[in-house]
């Protein structure tokens, strides 16, 4: 069993940056590939980022493809997303989720709360 909670989401300017944090409970971390999926109000959720168990693979959404940075830090049971030149349309809940490497939602077994990220015009 794993758990997850993110923290890091806040109301910030457009072209601004935020770094959101998802930490684990649990000793089966570094076993799963971590994921960051995003849901804005009145949209399906969609995939945002994935990074391999060991940190050195990653797959990105081509929408923050060159924006956004996914990383892990094992000994930590954390994985972070930096998140630079932040746009109106990246406003959304953000969760992070634990599982098999890949960009869809049925890969991931362990789901965290979310937390809220809201980028200003």
């Known amino acids: 069993q794993v758990q997850l909670v993110e923290s890091g989401g806040k109301l910030v300017q457009a072209g601004g940056s935020l770094r959101l944090s998802c930490a684990a409970s649990?000793?089966?971390?570094?076993?799963?590939?971590m994921g960051w999926f995003r849901q804005a109000p009145g949209k399906e959720r969609e995939f945002v980022a994935v990074?391999?168990?060991?940190?050195?693979?990653?797959t990105y959404a081509n929408s923050v493809k060159g924006r956004f940075t996914i990383s892990r830090d094992n000994a930590k049971n954390t994985v972070y997303l930096q998140m630079n030149s932040l746009k109106p349309e990246d406003t959304a809940v953000y969760y992070c989720?634990?599982?098999?490497?890949?960009?869809?939602?049925?890969?991931?077994?362990?789901w965290g709360q979310g937390t809220q990220v809201a980028v200003s015009s």
């Open positions: 989720a634990a599982g098999a490497y890949g960009s869809v939602s049925n890969n991931y077994d362990y």
């Open positions: 649990g000793r089966t971390f570094s076993s799963y590939s």
């Open positions: 990074i391999s168990t060991g940190g050195t693979v990653t």
